[in-house]
Antibody, heavy 121, light 107 residues
Framework: QVQLVQSGAEVKKPGDSVTVSCKAS????????FHWVRQAPGQGLEWMGI????????NYAQKFQDRVTMTRDTSTSTIFLELRSLTSDDTAVYYC??????????????WGQGTLVSVSS | DIQMTQSPSSLSASEGERVTVACRAS??????LNWYQQRAGEAPKLLIS???SLQSGVPSRFSGSGSGTYFTLTIASLRPEDSATYYC?????????FGQGTRLEIK
C-alpha cells in the first residue's frame, strides 16, 4: 500500500533554513508527482508547489519562489522540501502529498502525516 | 489565481441530519474540483474528485455535484465521525488553491 512517511518536528530560529523529508513506499516512486502543502496553526491549507520525481521538474507557488527548493533522492524514494529565511509566519505543519493519477494535477490521494516546523526566537 | 470561497465557514448539525457545503470559484473549473476531509490532528483525506466521483472506501452518504464555478458537498445523514473541517480544492490551473474550509460540528 502507498505510504508517505515524513521526518520529525523541527524547531528553528528566524533566519534559519529547514529541510523536511517525505519517504515514499508501496509503488514506483518516479511514476507520480508530489505536492507540498502547509497549514499554519488553526488555519487552512496553502499550496507550496509541485514536484516531478522522475525528471526533477518543479513549479513553485509565487509566494515561495525565492526561498523554497524541492528535490529528490531516487535511491531512497524520498523527496525533500527546503525552506530558507524562516520567519514566525512559517510556523506550520508541512505535508507532502502524492497525486492519484499520471497527471501532476490529479487529486491529492495520499498524504504524509505532516511535519510541524516551529519558528521562534 | 483562482479564488475559492466556501460557505458556510462553520455549521453545527445533529446526527442524522443532511448538510450541504458550497464552494464557489472565481473562474470556471469545468469539473476540476476536489473535496477533502480533515479531522482534528490528522492529514487531509480525499473524499470526492472531479466534482462528483466518490473515492474508494468513502461512505456513500457523501456526494458531490456541480460544474463551472459552483459546487456542493452533501452529507446525507450525519454521523459523529463526520465532525471535521472540509476543504474544496481546484486543480484546474496553478497555483492550486483551496477554499478556506468549513468546520462541521455534530451536536
Amino acid at each position: 500500500q502507498v505510504q508517505l512517511v515524513q521526518s520529525g518536528a523541527e524547531v528553528k530560529k528566524p533566519g534559519d533554513s529547514v529541510t523536511v523529508s517525505c519517504k515514499a513506499s508501496g509503488y514506483i516512486f518516479t511514476n507520480y508527482y508530489f505536492h507540498w502543502v502547509r497549514q499554519a496553526p488553526g488555519q487552512g491549507l496553502e499550496w507550496m508547489g509541485i514536484f516531478n520525481p522522475s525528471g526533477g521538474g518543479r513549479n513553485y507557488a509565487q509566494k515561495f519562489q525565492d526561498r523554497v527548493t524541492m528535490t529528490r533522492d531516487t535511491s531512497t524514494s524520498t523527496i525533500f522540501l527546503e525552506l530558507r529565511s524562516l520567519t514566525s509566519d512559517d510556523t506550520a505543519v508541512y505535508y507532502c502529498a502524492r497525486v492519484r493519477g499520471d497527471n501532476g494535477y490529479t487529486p491529492l490521494a495520499y498524504w504524509g502525516q505532516g511535519t510541524l516546523v516551529s519558528v521562534s526566537s | 489565481d483562482i479564488q475559492m470561497t466556501q460557505s458556510p465557514s462553520s455549521l453545527s448539525a445533529s446526527e442524522g441530519e443532511r448538510v450541504t457545503v458550497a464552494c464557489r470559484a472565481s473562474q470556471s473549473l469545468s469539473h476540476n474540483l476536489n473535496w477533502y476531509q480533515q479531522r482534528a490532528g490528522e492529514a487531509p483525506k480525499l473524499l470526492i474528485s472531479d466534482a462528483s466521483s466518490l473515492q474508494s472506501g468513502v461512505p456513500s452518504r457523501f456526494s458531490g455535484s456541480g460544474s463551472g464555478t459552483y459546487f456542493t458537498l452533501t452529507i446525507a445523514s450525519l454521523r459523529p465521525e463526520d465532525s471535521a473541517t472540509y476543504y474544496c480544492q481546484q486543480s484546474s490551473s496553478t497555483p492550486i488553491t483551496f477554499g478556506q474550509g468549513t468546520r462541521l460540528e455534530i451536536k
